[in-house]
């Protein structure tokens, strides 16, 4: 289990942005896929955004595309996402995942797991 640490929730205005800040530390593999998956109350864990080390390739929900952007600090295991025109819909707890190797975006190949950050979209 990896040491995840999460930062950028909160609330903002319908049409508004944020942004997401991850850091892995403790993720020593030169090769490492990290992401963002969200939960709304009533509603199944989904997935919102990944990003591999080695090729640099992203992955994005197709409630988020267009509108979410990921990237990553070459420098260091911290991953960003960008959230802009956010929308009530996005209204959700937002985990940050991480594991070594290239991985495919779905919750069962992630092995570690932040605590959660909130992100409230509300007028």
């Known amino acids: 289990q990896l040491n995840i640490v999460e930062s950028g929730g909160g609330l903002v205005r319908p049409g508004g942005s944020l942004r997401l800040s991850c850091q892995v530390p403790g993720l020593t593999s030169e090769y490492w896929t990290i992401g963002w998956f969200r939960r709304a109350p009533g509603k199944e864990r989904e997935e919102v955004s990944c990003i591999r080390s080695r090729t640099g390739t992203v992955d994005y929900g197709d409630s988020v595309k267009g509108r979410f952007t990921i990237s990553r600090d070459a420098a260091k295991t911290t991953v960003y996402l960008q959230m802009n025109n956010l929308k009530p819909e996005d209204t959700a707890v937002y985990y940050c995942?991480?594991?070594?190797?290239?991985?495919?975006?779905?919750?069962?190949?992630?092995?570690?797991w932040g605590q959660g950050t909130q992100v409230t979209v509300s007028s």
């Open positions: 995942v991480a594991e070594s190797g290239d991985r495919l975006c779905l919750a069962r190949w992630f092995g570690s």
